[in-house]
């Protein structure tokens, strides 16, 4: 488990993480998002000890990092793929971090075989490709057993079987009752890996949800329909008071309103043929551009972008609704359809929820092969 309370980081001027409270519990995968410069390293940092809050504390097991006895043992972590030394090869690195930690020899056989890299043991890691560094990072990681395992972007430079093994990884670590707290900007792996999400914005929390409630109550569900009398079936749906549009270049339709069994219903009393009737919520990476807009600090000026013509109007603007002390009003006005107004009376899209019940007693992970 690992805890934050008002957790506060500032460097200079720059408030990098601004009184985060959470708490990332064991038996899930925790996904942590939030733009560039949202403060997601400085956090992890400050939960390692490499960083001390300015304000508030992280405990990790309800201790603070430095007070740990056998750190490797309770917390892995990849930060940086690249911290390692280039000309060691990827063996000894992990022998060093092994005898350093009390962890027997024979683990590093283990971690190397796990994470798929024991025919380039013996290679010095400066010539190990992104994924392959990454690959051993996860490795050293792992090597403690540790029933807290932290991931920064670990799919960076990853191929997609890469990508597919550390999700599968991941999942399979959280099952075995291990606390997995993961930082990725690939909102489409997020998605089908994590259960829990929490978003943050400027240092500031936006959200601490499961990532279904993320996303149901963050948009609005919709049918998409595919007919070959579109525009009967259109006629109907907006005179019963649903709304249609396009779904896309794909020929269907995007129902808003009536749900998808009356919409099957109302085309079955009017003899009107259906070839494809899907209920559907928004992705994640819909509805996380959509909430972390406002709090974007780096963005390319790119066609189409802030300020471009044709821009969408409110493109970059802090949403009402949340990051603010009041309900602000506007919300609801003009936006893109699938949206659904954030519930609360303001501050967050919704506030931070009491997590589930960690699904599962962590069995032991001392386990010293
Ligand atoms: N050592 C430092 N000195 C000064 N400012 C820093 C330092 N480390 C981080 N910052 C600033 O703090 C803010 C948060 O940075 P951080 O790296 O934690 O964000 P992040 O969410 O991890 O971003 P990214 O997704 O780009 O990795 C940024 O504005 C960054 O420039």
Not at 85 to 97: D, E, K, P, Q, T
Not at 253 to 262: C, I, Q, S, W
Not at 282 to 303: D, H, I
């Given at each position: 488990?690992?805890?934050?309370?008002?957790?506060?980081?500032?460097?200079?001027?720059?408030?990098?993480?601004?009184?985060?409270?959470?708490?990332?519990?064991?038996?899930?995968?925790?996904?942590?998002?939030?733009?560039?410069?949202?403060?997601?390293?400085?956090?992890?940092?400050?939960?390692?000890?490499?960083?001390?809050?300015?304000?508030?504390?992280?405990?990790?097991?309800?201790?603070?990092?430095?007070?740990?006895?056998?750190?490797?043992?309770?917390?892995?972590?990849?930060?940086?793929?690249?911290?390692?030394?280039?000309?060691?090869?990827?063996?000894?690195?992990?022998?060093?971090?092994?005898?350093?930690?009390?962890?027997?020899?024979?683990?590093?056989?283990?971690?190397?075989?796990?994470?798929?890299?024991?025919a380039v043991a013996k290679k010095r890691t400066k010539g190990f490709s992104l994924g392959m560094g990454q690959r051993l990072g996860i490795a050293s990681a792992l090597l403690g057993d540790p029933g807290i395992l932290m991931f920064d972007e670990p799919v960076n430079g990853l191929d997609p079987e890469g990508i597919l093994w550390i999700r599968n990884l991941m999942k399979a670590l959280a099952a075995e009752g291990r606390t997995v707290f993961v930082s990725s900007h690939l909102m489409s792996e997020m998605e089908v890996t994590a259960d829990h999400l929490i978003v943050i914005g400027q240092g500031r929390l936006i959200a601490d949800t499961s990532m279904r409630d993320f996303i149901e109550r963050n948009s609005q569900a919709y049918t998409v329909v595919r007919s070959p009398q579109a525009d009967q079936l259109t006629k109907l749906v907006t005179a019963k008071g649903g709304t249609v549009t396009p779904e896309g270049d794909s020929g269907a339709l995007r129902v808003t309103g009536p749900e998808p069994a009356a919409i099957g219903d109302m085309a079955a009393e009017h003899g009107i043929r259906l070839h494809e009737l899907s209920p559907r919520f928004a992705s994640l990476e819909e509805v996380y551009m959509r909430l972390t807009q406002g709090a974007v600090e780096y963005r390319a000026g790119l066609p189409g972008g802030p300020g471009a013509p044709g821009a969408p109007q409110g493109w970059g603007q802090p949403q009402p609704g949340w990051g603010q002390p009041q309900g602000a009003p506007g919300w609801g006005q003009q936006q893109p359809q699938g949206w659904a107004p954030p519930p609360g009376p303001g501050g967050q899209p919704f506030p931070p929820q009491a997590p589930p019940a960690p699904a599962q007693q962590a069995p032991t992970h001392g386990s010293e092969a």
């Amino acid at each position: 488990m690992i805890e934050a309370q008002g957790l506060t980081k500032r460097y200079g001027n720059k408030l990098a993480v601004d009184q985060l409270s959470f708490q990332v519990r064991p038996g899930t995968v925790t996904g942590f998002l939030g733009p560039n410069g949202a403060g997601k390293s400085t956090t992890m940092r400050m939960i390692l000890g490499l960083d001390s809050p300015t304000a508030g504390n992280v405990l990790v097991n309800g201790r603070p990092y430095e007070y740990l006895s056998a750190p490797l043992r309770e917390v892995g972590a990849l930060l940086d793929a690249k911290a390692m030394h280039g000309g060691r090869s990827a063996y000894n690195h992990l022998l060093c971090l092994a005898q350093s930690n009390g962890i027997p020899r024979r683990r590093v056989d283990d971690v190397l075989n796990m994470v798929g890299i024991t025919a380039v043991a013996k290679k010095r890691t400066k010539g190990f490709s992104l994924g392959m560094g990454q690959r051993l990072g996860i490795a050293s990681a792992l090597l403690g057993d540790p029933g807290i395992l932290m991931f920064d972007e670990p799919v960076n430079g990853l191929d997609p079987e890469g990508i597919l093994w550390i999700r599968n990884l991941m999942k399979a670590l959280a099952a075995e009752g291990r606390t997995v707290f993961v930082s990725s900007h690939l909102m489409s792996e997020m998605e089908v890996t994590a259960d829990h999400l929490i978003v943050i914005g400027q240092g500031r929390l936006i959200a601490d949800t499961s990532m279904r409630d993320f996303i149901e109550r963050n948009s609005q569900a919709y049918t998409v329909v595919r007919s070959p009398q579109a525009d009967q079936l259109t006629k109907l749906v907006t005179a019963k008071g649903g709304t249609v549009t396009p779904e896309g270049d794909s020929g269907a339709l995007r129902v808003t309103g009536p749900e998808p069994a009356a919409i099957g219903d109302m085309a079955a009393e009017h003899g009107i043929r259906l070839h494809e009737l899907s209920p559907r919520f928004a992705s994640l990476e819909e509805v996380y551009m959509r909430l972390t807009q406002g709090a974007v600090e780096y963005r390319a000026g790119l066609p189409g972008g802030p300020g471009a013509p044709g821009a969408p109007q409110g493109w970059g603007q802090p949403q009402p609704g949340w990051g603010q002390p009041q309900g602000a009003p506007g919300w609801g006005q003009q936006q893109p359809q699938g949206w659904a107004p954030p519930p609360g009376p303001g501050g967050q899209p919704f506030p931070p929820q009491a997590p589930p019940a960690p699904a599962q007693q962590a069995p032991t992970h001392g386990s010293e092969a």
